[in-house]
Nanobody, 126 residues
Framework: QVQLVESGGGLVQAGGSLRLSCTVS????????MVWFRQAPGKEREFVAG????????YYADSVKGRFTISRDNAKNTVYLQMIGLKPEDTAVYSC???????????????????WGQGTQVTVSS
């Protein structure tokens, strides 16, 4: 059974930093994209950042480019999201996700992802 567990969320002042972690069990992350989404209250879940497995390419939402960095440690089966310059509009539940067994491409759409963590709350105060 594939499980994803996020950690690292919390309350931070605007301009502060956090590093989120997502550890996967039940399957290696080596051949799969790893992606972070977030969902703010009253809003739909949105793509934040992703990393492909094939060449390590990274992708970011325009709203976080230059502030967030996604990385992966295949040996630890863990993906990270380093966030700096946090803004109140970054407040959301952040969830990591990966695709099902037969799919290796990165997608920007939640419907394409099979496995999700429970999420970790990030709150940025002004």
């Amino acid at each position: 059974q594939v499980q994803l567990v996020e950690s690292g969320g919390g309350l931070v002042q605007a301009g502060g930093s956090l590093r989120l972690s997502c550890t996967v069990s039940g399957r290696t992350i080596v051949r799969y994209p790893m992606v972070w989404f977030r969902q703010a209250p009253g809003k739909e879940r949105e793509f934040v950042a992703g990393t492909s497995w094939s060449d390590g390419s990274t992708y970011y939402a325009d709203s976080v480019k230059g502030r967030f960095t996604i990385s992966r440690d295949n040996a630890k089966n863990t993906v990270y999201l380093q966030m700096i310059g946090l803004k109140p509009e970054d407040t959301a539940v952040y969830s990591c996700t990966t695709r099902g067994r037969d799919y290796s491409g990165l997608s920007y759409y939640t419907k394409d992802y099979a496995y999700w963590g429970q999420g970790t709350q990030v709150t940025v105060s002004s």
